[in-house]
């Protein structure tokens, strides 16, 4: 599970600092490439949504000063009974992006929750397009 983990997560990562920018609006600015967002489901097993809540709020922290690229990292659970947790990360850019997947906090985390997922995390990539001005 460990080396599927952090396959998964390079893999976005990596995937999102070559990624094409979008024709028009905010993603085609002249200032850079796209702003990127992950939205990233993961399957926790029962019992260990405290465990895996400690993990995610330490590496919170830690992405603060370590990554300045990353604009926001917010665990999210859709129900007081869900044993999956929805995580939101926006990136500024694609280097952002790539920092994070660069992180040894990053990598850190994915190794310390490995044990705690009931199943291969789920994620999305969005690429900003446009928002409200």
């Keep these: 599970m460990k080396a599927g983990l952090m396959t998964a997560i390079l893999a976005l990562c ?22 990127t967002t992950f939205v990233v489901r993961f399957k926790i097993k ?8 400690k993990i995610m709020k330490k590496l919170q922290g830690q992405l ?9 990292y917010d665990l999210y659970l859709p129900a007081p009974d869900s044993q999956t ?14 920092a994070h997947g660069q992180d040894p906090n990053t990598q850190a ?7 705690l997922l009931d199943g291969p995390p789920a994620a999305e990539r969005l690429i900003l397009v446009s928002s409200k001005p």
Aim: without cysteine; negative net charge; glycine residues 12%.
């Design 46 to 53: 029962v019992g260990r949504n405290a465990d895996f809540e």
């Design 109 to 115: 985390m994915a190794t310390a929750i490995k044990d």
């Design 14 to 35: 990596l995937g999102a600092a070559h990624a094409q920018t979008p024709a028009g609006g905010a993603g085609a600015a002249a200032s850079g490439p796209a702003p």
């Design 85 to 98: 947790y929805v995580l939101i990360e926006h990136y500024k850019d694609a280097d952002a992006v790539k």
């Design 64 to 72: 603060r000063d370590s990554e300045p690229g990353n604009l926001y």
